[in-house]
């Protein structure tokens, strides 16, 4: 068995980069990362001696849990890669919009082509050290589950998509910070359900979590093709300019 803190670890490095970093080059990677370490960290607290399941069940569990975080992440990676395409803009200034389009284009672009600037993660810096010692204080006052190690874990995927709802520029981190929320919830009842004297993980409770996650992800990507067909980008700064 491979020693739990390994796959916490890269639960808590994969959901703080997620929180810290801007690009989706570097923050998609990262989700994968995040639910691989989540599958394995379930697995170590599935697969011992006094839980009440039974190896074929825990294994469908982690296959599905698996399953699951890759196509959460195929489906993102896709959309985004879609987005960052030139789909021909010229075509469509006949029809209106052009000038708004144009430079939301050129705001996006520049967005990303722009020289690494540290006050651009000041604020998310600020908010993983909060949630950081927040998990500790949560973890030590308020446990939940049975193994510090789960209530550090599930507090952690909790606050760290709280706080990146709270510093999200566009609407692909929105959807970053939606999925960490859930797969905190997900852990939560994964691991407390399946404890000693528990009723252990129900099929259609564990059907229901991964249809959540992934229509999560399609909607994200079905509201990110309608932003985009708007205005040519995501940055929920044009959306709340044009609002006003």
């Known amino acids: 068995m491979i020693d739990p803190i390994w796959p916490l670890l890269g639960l808590t490095l994969s959901a703080g980069a997620i ?6 080059r570097f923050t998609f990677p990262a989700l994968l990362l995040n639910y691989l370490s989540l599958t394995v960290f379930l697995g170590q607290r599935l697969f011992t001696a006094d839980q009440p399941l039974d190896y ?9 849990k ?8 195929a489906i993102l990676t896709i959309t985004a890669l879609m ?4 789909f021909g803009l010229e075509e469509l200034d006949e029809f209106g919009l052009a000038e ?9 672009r520049l967005r990303a082509s722009r020289p690494f600037r540290l006050s651009d993660y000041t604020i998310p810096f600020w908010a993983l ?14 446990p939940v589950a049975t193994s ?25 981190k929105v959807g970053l910070g939606l999925l960490l929320c859930l797969s905190s919830i997900d852990l939560l009842y994964t691991a407390v359900v399946n404890a000693p004297n528990a009723s252990g993980v129900g099929v259609m409770a564990l059907a229901l979590l991964s249809f959540l996650t992934l229509s999560l ?3 994200v990507a079905y509201l990110s093709a309608l932003l985009y067909d708007r205005l040519k980008t995501l940055e929920l700064s044009e959306l709340y300019n044009q609002r006003t």
């Open 83 to 86: 987005f960052s395409q030139d």
């Open 100 to 108: 708004l389009r144009r430079a939301a284009r050129a705001a996006q």
């Open 56 to 64: 074929w069940t825990n294994s469908t569990i982690i296959a599905v």
């Open 66 to 73: 698996l399953m699951t975080g890759i196509a959460v992440t």
């Open 129 to 142: 050290l909060l949630a950081l010692l927040a998990t500790f204080a949560l973890v030590s006052i308020y």
């Open 19 to 24: 929180l810290l970093l801007q690009d989706w």
């Open 217 to 219: 992800a399609l909607a």
């Open 148 to 172: 510090p190690l789960v209530d550090f874990a599930w507090y952690w995927l909790g606050l760290t998509g709280l706080f990146t709802l709270a510093v999200a520029a566009d609407l692909r």
